[in-house]
């Protein structure tokens, strides 16, 4: 028979299986910028960062798998409806509070089926850096809505600092400001990941001098997408050239 | 949970069938099905101008005199539209986004190949309508092949059937009436795809003018000035209208070609240009 006592039992568990499979994950940072919204983030060998319509952008931690679910069911909702009614009408709260977040929360309260595993960010453009929006979704289908910037990282209390982190920025920046920024936020997001439990404290190594982000760039790579406020392009999302990620790496 | 599939980018999956239309009774008044009339599109040294009349008619009356029948569909297509203007609209808009659904859904843009296809398809599936008298419509469809690196003109019949124009494509009720006019310029003048944009230009507002003059249904632009859109490598650039202006003057003027001034045009995201 199952009770009360076992669905409290199977929501911990799921939690706690999707928490430790996320922790090898790495953050991903949101910016807005005088003239447009940045995400950034170091990839493997998967893409993480997608455009969804042509204001809305998409980043993820987790199982890629997931993290494709998400981003082609995103991409569905938003077209259809783009279609349908207007582009106008496709809005960051409608895709990710209406369509994204309740089949999440079914999904992950639901003992018959795997949970998703991941965090998700979501990015609006605006007409201007303070009407950008951020949606950061957990893997339980909870979202907190931002402004100016959002994290998503493989932990609530890395979350936690790279917010702080990026909570003290007072000025619009510009594209290299802004990816000064987002890589100070993603070292910080990702030390806290790596920081030692007790039991691993007497363990720590040299390695705990070395750059996070270098260290990440052994075996994997900068990505950066962003949304244009003002471009004639027909696409307002492009992915950033590796030459112009060039600095990022000389402001560590 | 179940997420929607994608069905390997094909966005017509996503909408709902479209409504079966009874055969109509014979006789039947299709005044209100408002056609727009006629649109050129040639190719110059730098890709495909089109150039297109601001006039929609429904029967016999003048619906609208501000129509726009050049709708680009991304940065490198667009369609000059000809016909039942509810439904050419209505596809302009579906292409549009059946275009970066496939991009943004499948990481990798629509071949143009691809898109041409998705352009018969819209037609072939338009067939019923038409055989009913409402809702035909012909577009040309004009692109910028980046692997070729050239602009490219296709159009079609009423089937779906595609056809690649060397030089130049017209539809619409007057296209009929300057078809010849083309082949004349290209025999005695040079090929259009060797012009620049200004002579191209001149030479389209010029036939769009007899085309004016031998059908009623076709605007010139005495009146209202036409539209014109060029597809390059770069993306689409619309033609001002005041170097437009300067351009007819000086074809009213008889002006030798080499004095006029050269047209300006403005780089546009199709987003801006509402379908």
């Known amino acids: 028979m199952y009770s009360p006592y076992d669905f409290n039992q199977s929501i911990a568990h799921r939690a706690e299986y999707v928490e430790e499979r996320l922790k090898g994950g790495a953050p991903v940072v949101g910016i807005s910028y005088d003239r447009g919204v940045l995400l950034f983030t170091v990839k493997r060998t998967q893409r993480k960062i997608f455009e969804i319509y042509d204001q809305l952008i998409y980043s993820a931690l987790g199982n890629q798998a997931d993290v494709e679910a998400v981003r082609l069911a995103a991409i569905d909702f938003a077209h259809q409806e783009g279609f349908v009614r207007s582009p106008d009408d496709v809005s960051i709260q409608r895709l990710v509070g209406f369509a994204v977040s309740p089949a999440i929360k079914r999904s992950f309260g639901d003992p018959m089926s795997t949970p998703h595993v991941l965090r998700a960010i979501f990015a609006e453009i605006g007409k201007r850096p303070d009407k950008d929006s951020y949606f950061v979704l957990n893997y339980d289908g909870e979202f907190s809505t931002h402004t100016r910037s959002a994290a998503v990282a493989a932990s609530t209390a890395a979350e936690e600092a790279m917010r702080e982190s990026l909570d003290a920025i007072t000025e619009t920046p510009d594209l290299a400001g802004a990816l000064t920024h987002a890589a100070a936020a993603w070292r910080i997001g990702s030390n806290t990941r790596a920081l030692p439990t007790d039991d691993e404290d007497e363990a720590a190594t040299e390695d705990e001098e070395l750059d996070p982000l270098q260290e990440a760039l052994r075996d994997g790579h900068l990505e950066a997408g962003i949304l244009e406020r003002d471009t004639p392009r027909e696409s307002k999302f492009r992915l950033l050239r590796a030459d112009e990620l060039t600095n990022v790496m000389n402001h560590g | ?275």
């Open chain 2, 1 to 275: 949970m179940n997420f929607p599939q994608s069905f390997a980018g094909d966005f017509s999956r996503l909408l709902p069938a479209p409504q079966k239309i009874e055969a109509p009774a014979a006789g039947v008044d299709t005044t209100f099905d408002t056609h727009g009339t006629t649109v050129i599109a040639v190719k110059y040294n730098e890709g495909v101008l089109n150039v297109a009349d601001r006039r929609a008619t429904a029967g016999m009356g003048v619906m609208y005199d501000r129509a726009e029948k050049i709708l680009p569909l991304d940065d490198h297509t667009v369609i000059a539209i000809s016909g039942s203007f509810a439904k050419a609209i209505e596809i302009g808009r579906y292409l549009r986004h059946a275009f970066k659904y496939y991009e943004r859904s499948q990481l990798q843009p629509m071949s143009l190949e691809g898109k041409l296809a998705e352009m018969t398809r819209r037609i072939e599936g338009n067939l019923p309508m038409m055989m009913q008298g409402i809702g035909a419509f012909i577009p040309v469809l004009s692109a910028y092949d980046l692997d070729a690196g050239e602009g490219r003109i296709f159009f079609y019949d009423g089937m779906g059937a595609r056809f690649e124009s060397s030089e130049f494509g017209a539809a619409g009720s007057g296209s009929s009436a300057i078809r010849g006019s083309f082949d004349y310029i290209v025999r005695t003048r040079k090929p259009f795809s060797q012009m620049d944009l200004q002579e191209a230009l001149r030479e389209c507002l010029i036939l769009l003018d007899i085309a004016a003059d031998l059908d009623a249904a076709t605007g010139g632009y005495s009146k209202i000035l036409p539209s014109a859109k060029a597809v390059t490598r770069d993306g689409i650039l619309n033609l001002d209208e005041g170097q437009m202006k300067d351009v007819l003057r000086q074809i009213e003027e008889g002006g030798v070609l080499s004095s006029m001034p050269p047209v300006q045009a403005r780089k546009i995201d199709a987003d801006s240009e509402a379908v």
